[in-house]
C-alpha cells in the first residue's frame, strides 16, 4: 500500500532507540520511551498560500528528523507503524 500525504503533511517512520545503555544495562520495554527520531518517509506538496502558489517543504524524504513526544497521529500501513504529522511539528533536521 502506497500513502502520499497532502499539503503540509508529512509520513514518518520512528527510529527506535537502544535496547541497552552504553554500560550493558538492557532496558526493558515498559521504561522506554517514546523516540522523538524519526526518518521522513513521505512528504505532501507544500503549504498553499493565499494567492494561490504553492510554497515546497524544507524537509525531503530520507531526512532524519526531531520532533515532539506527542505530535502527530500514528497510523499503521502493511504491519509497520507511521507517524503523520504537520511539518510544524518538526523541530529540526539531523544532519550527517
Partial sequence: MTFRPLHDRVLVKRIESEEKTKSGIIIPDTAKEK???GEVVS???GI???NGS???L???AGDRVLFGKWSGTEIKLDNKDY???K???IM???AK
Fill in 92 to 94: 529540526g533536521i539531523l
Fill in 54 to 56: 504553492i510554497t515546497p
Fill in 87 to 89: 511539518e510544524s511539528d
Fill in 83 to 85: 507517524i503523520v504529522m
Fill in 35 to 37: 523516540p522523538m527520531e
Fill in 58 to 60: 524544507d524537509v525531503k
Fill in 48 to 50: 498553499r498560500q493565499e
Fill in 43 to 45: 512528504v505532501g506538496s
